[in-house]
């Protein structure tokens, strides 16, 4: 099953704050976020600028292009203005195709957004296709389809005049970033529409409802142009244009209500969601998704009449606020929403095997939340590191980034080295240990498993010699890591420090059922923490020798790569293939296994499976989020990077706000 989402954005947008007024730019924007956890690869192709979490950025306007394409000169115009805008239409349509024509692969899932986008599904046939969020009219659409909402869905039956349902067609409320509203239970005395500025959102209706309350202070905000209602308005009725970003979170949580009088069926009323996260009550139109998004009297009322919309307000003092937030958090936080697209969008990967007919339920898989409750804390990752010697220079950014990783990953450290002037984090667990300390446990620890008598000085001439005893790791240090409480749940293996590492947790769900972690590298390699696992190093062909030769042969990536395999595949095992996430930096020495013009080229900055494109830098952001950005503009998040023993310069020692990772040296500004 491939894991691949392509993900296709607004041609007159950017996923960022500045656009969050345009209900589908918010989808692009938080979807990669929400599946991303559940182990799927996000390619999002949208214009330069984004902000969204996905792990690839494909560029395709850059900001200057785009601003010259734009009918929109001010900020304040609205988004409408370059809908139906066929010049950049065109040029975005065209730019896209290109790109995402070498990048999508047969199985793949390409994400449609702003409707369907009918060049692309005829163009990558051997893909499957859905469109994300429908809240819009076009129909019939794609075959695959998921509604913001159950009235929304029957909408679109009514209107094709189907009275048969169809199972692949799903009800998934739009994404809304949960974590951004809380709970504010001392609001303000007034009441909020956010929305668009328009007759068929209901402005009108806000008219007659500040005339009847006119103690009431009434604030509008969003995009649109409200001349036409200067005239008529009322002085409690106050129109004042959009708000983004910290602003508008705090114009929302303080509401006493949220109004939201639609003319038009509404398919959602993403402000209505926002708004109730914050325990807002929400006074909706009686038809569209207000039938499922406002519970009566518990979350807000529905209305019929103006008589209707006064006593509402007045009444959603009354509601418990508090109620209303937990109540829009079950339903609505990123978290739910990104389970129901993960079962979704594996249902859809399923066609190309059984589908309906699969022997899993994708909806009631162990990834649910109801499964993943009963364990007692989530698996971790916790890396075996025996290390001798002078550590890399910018060995405290190496620990900076393991302590943003402390949700799911602990290194045990075995050293002599002093650790005194270094800000350790809490999962990096020191072993105070020496070389010939270790050397004696490997020489024990050969001559009971392979009945081989061998002196301890014969072992490890070389500290780098480590590299062909860490798929021994596991077994050798068990005893360290029970310790510990580390269970069979858990994963054990190695790594090394001269890595700076991403978030792990936006790329790797530790519920899913994976028994490795890595593959064959040296640098980051995890195996489930059980006996078959643990003593898996004795099918290696010819161990004792290849550990007593004083040459690094390199076991823990060739030696052991095929028995590795040869036991996953006999047992059906996952592997979390990290190659598709980190950003492996080739050093000089091996320009020529990937480059045969490496000579000619005025550059060589370049990772082992991007070989084709040159990076500009990698940028490490105040979360500790990593992101590779190459010299055409696009741009790729990243698991890790590695830098192969790296000769690197660093002038720094805190980088609060963030730092770059360049060529050949660690800076503040890119």
Not at 367 to 388: E, G, Q
Request: aromatic letters at 12%.
């Amino acid at each position: 099953m491939s894991k691949n989402l392509h993900l296709l954005g607004i041609a007159h947008t950017i996923p960022c704050q500045e656009y969050i007024s345009c209900a589908f730019t918010v989808k692009v924007l938080l979807f990669p976020e929400l599946i991303q956890p559940f182990g799927w690869y996000v390619v999002e192709y949208s214009n330069e600028g984004s902000a969204s979490k996905a792990h690839e950025h494909i560029v395709i306007l850059n900001k200057d292009r785009l601003q010259a394409l734009s009918r929109r000169k001010l900020g304040e115009e609205p988004l409408d203005a370059d809908v139906g805008n066929v010049e950049l239409e065109w040029e975005f349509q065209r730019i896209l195709v290109e790109k995402i024509r070498s990048r999508a692969k047969p199985g793949d899932i390409v994400c449609h957004v702003w409707g369907p986008n009918m060049e692309v599904y005829d163009l990558l046939r051997d893909c499957h296709h859905i469109e994300l969020s429908v809240g819009y009219t076009a129909s019939p659409g794609l075959p695959f389809r998921v509604y913001e909402s159950s009235a929304w869905m029957h909408w679109h039956y009514g209107k094709a005049g189907q009275e048969d349902g169809n199972n692949y067609r799903w009800v998934i409320p739009s994404p809304v970033d949960s974590d951004k509203w809380h709970l504010c239970e001392e609001p303000d005395n007034y009441a909020l529409f956010l929305g668009e500025v328009t007759t068929r959102k209901g402005v009108d209706t806000l008219v007659e409802i500040a005339r009847r309350m006119p103690k009431l202070p009434i604030l509008v905000h969003g995009p649109g142009d409200p001349s036409r209602w200067a005239s008529v308005a009322p002085v409690n009725l106050m129109f004042n244009g959009p708000v983004f970003e910290d602003r508008r979170v705090d114009v929302v949580r303080q509401a006493r209500s949220m109004l939201m009088p639609s003319v038009s069926i509404e398919p959602l009323g993403n402000s209505g969601i926002e708004a109730q996260l914050s325990g807002v009550p929400l006074m909706g139109a009686a038809y569209g998704a207000f039938q499922e998004t406002i519970l009566e009297g518990i979350t807000g009322y529905r209305c019929h009449t103006l008589a209707d919309w006064v006593e509402a307000i007045r009444l959603s003092k009354s509601l418990d606020r508090r109620q209303i937030a937990a109540l829009a958090r079950t339903r609505y936080s990123k978290e739910t929403v990104g389970k129901q697209y993960d079962w979704v969008l594996r249902q859809l990967s399923d066609l190309s095997g059984r589908g309906w007919y699969a022997d899993r339920s994708r909806k009631f898989a162990e990834t649910s939340a109801a499964a993943r409750a009963v364990r007692s804390r989530k698996p971790r990752i916790w890396l075996y590191m025996p290390y001798f010697g002078a550590f890399p220079n910018y060995f405290q950014l190496y620990l900076d980034s393991l302590g943003n990783n402390a949700d799911c990953l602990s290194v045990f450290l075995m050293t002599d080295i002093n650790l005194s002037g270094y800000r350790l984090p809490d999962n990096l667990i020191p072993v105070p240990m020496t070389l010939s300390m270790l050397r004696e446990k490997f020489a024990r620890f050969i001559g009971d498993e392979f009945g081989v008598d061998v002196g301890p000085d014969a072992l490890l001439k070389q500290p780098y010699k480590l590299a062909d005893f860490k798929i021994m790791y596991p077994a050798v240090f068990y005893d360290t890591g029970k310790r510990h409480d580390v269970t069979e749940d858990d994963f054990v293996g190695w790594g090394d420090c001269d890595v700076i590492y991403g978030r792990f947790s936006d790329f790797l769900d530790m519920s899913i059922d994976y028994h490795t972690i890595g593959g064959f590298h040296g640098h980051l390699t995890a195996l489930r923490n059980i006996a078959a696992f643990r003593m898996l190093f004795r099918e290696t062909p010819n161990l004792p020798a290849l550990l007593i030769d004083e040459k690094n042969k390199i076991v823990d990536e060739i030696a052991f790569r095929k028995p590795l395999l040869d036991f996953l595949k006999q047992n059906r095992y996952r592997m979390f293939y990290t190659n598709l996430y980190f950003c492996d930096v080739i050093p000089e020495r091996f320009f020529g296994l990937f480059r045969e013009d490496h000579a000619q080229r005025k550059k060589n900055f370049f990772d082992g499976y991007h070989a084709h494109k040159e990076i500009r830098h990698l940028y490490c952001d105040r979360e500790g989020r990593m992101t590779v950005i190459y010299d055409d503009g696009d741009s790729r998040a990243s698991l890790y990077c590695h830098l192969q023993k790296r000769d690197m310069s660093l002038n720094f020692d805190r980088a609060e706000n963030g730092y770059y990772i360049g060529e050949h040296a660690f800076s503040l500004l890119p």
